[in-house]
């Protein structure tokens, strides 16, 4: 039988760690799709920033998945440092325009 947790601090950092896991996996797939890359490049990628802006990745992946969730917030978070809000822009912007749907989709709006 695996070892519980036996402190309290150690409960809390899984707690965090549970509540943090679906932004930071929103935020990789974004990743993903902007770079073209795998899903440990898409970390890196994150960790590298969190790293370079003193933010944690859980709070750098948090502000890249609601800037890229629409309505976007009208001015970035006041705890947040320029660096990360600069790849947070950066990465937002690399994101492909929905296109039209082509003449004869399989798929159309309509149904």
């Known amino acids: 039988m695996p070892d519980l947790p036996q402190d309290d601090d150690e409960l809390q950092q899984l707690r965090?760690?549970?509540?943090?896991?679906?932004?930071?996996?929103?935020?990789k797939g974004v990743l993903m799709a902007v770079q073209r890359c795998d899903?440990?490049?898409?970390?890196?990628?994150?960790?590298?920033?969190?790293?370079?802006?003193?933010?944690k990745v859980a709070r750098l992946a948090r502000l890249l998945v609601d800037h890229v969730r629409l309505p976007r917030p009208s001015t970035p978070p006041?705890?947040?440092?320029?660096?990360?809000?600069?790849?947070?822009?950066?990465?937002?912007?690399?994101?492909?325009?929905?296109?039209?749907?082509?003449?004869?989709?399989?798929?159309?709006e309509s149904g």
């Open 39 to 55: 899903e440990q490049a898409a970390f890196a990628e994150l960790a590298r920033v969190s790293m370079e802006s003193n933010i």
């Open 16 to 27: 965090a760690a549970l509540e943090s896991r679906p932004a930071i996996d929103l935020a």
């Open 78 to 108: 006041d705890d947040v440092p320029l660096r990360a809000c600069a790849a947070v822009e950066r990465w937002v912007r690399a994101l492909p325009v929905p296109a039209e749907p082509a003449p004869g989709a399989l798929l159309s």
